[in-house]
């Protein structure tokens, strides 16, 4: 599981750096000697501005031992985005039961909208931060991960959203991957 999180993490940061770079080199594409080809460019959505985000979701839990089983449970987050991209959020987790029926996370996320004609309201994202697990006692926790957010204009921009994350716990329990989905409202 840790390679798979890593894994996916280097896929979404590569994605966000050649997204940021197709427009670098202007005068390859356009010089003299080429013809200028009219190219439509619609605005990004404005489902993905700055402001508060708040999501409800259904998340299961699957520790890296085989004598935990999974845990199924659900949770609520607030995030505030910066910018366009940037955003800081907290996020609360009630899964089935011990040892991790508790999770607490503070969380920096990143998303980078699609844009154009058909994709401007699906946005990947990813995020990680420090956060905090138990039950009976707590530790602490890092935890890095990606999903998909696809918005709905005509919903006055509610979406939905899907990820994965991978959590590194110090102590006790042992490691966790979180699965989740749901619903995310802005304002």
Wanted: aromatic content about 16%; some cysteine; overall charge negative.
């Amino acid at each position: 599981m840790k390679v798979f999180s890593t894994v996916l993490a280097i896929t979404f940061l590569t994605c966000s750096l050649t997204q940021a770079g197709w427009n670098w080199n202007k005068e390859a594409y356009h010089s003299a000697k080429s013809p200028m080809v009219e190219q439509k460019i619609t605005s990004p959505s404005y489902c993905y501005d700055i402001g508060w985000e708040f999501s409800l979701f259904a998340s299961g839990a699957w520790a890296d031992v085989a004598n935990i089983e999974g845990e199924y449970g659900g949770g609520l987050g607030l995030t505030y985005f910066l910018g366009h991209n940037f955003g800081i959020g907290v996020e609360y987790m009630k899964q089935g039961g011990a040892p991790i029926e508790h999770v607490g996370r503070l969380g920096f996320n990143y998303r980078m909208p699609l844009g154009g004609e058909c994709c401007s309201t699906i946005a990947p994202y990813v995020f990680g931060g420090p956060g905090i697990v138990g039950s009976n006692s707590s530790d602490m926790l890092w935890y890095v991960g990606g999903g998909l957010d696809l918005r709905f204009e005509s919903w006055g921009c509610t979406g939905l959203f899907a990820d994965y994350s991978y959590n590194w716990v110090d102590d006790n329990p042992a490691d966790f991957a979180i699965i989740r989905a749901g619903i995310r409202v802005p304002w």
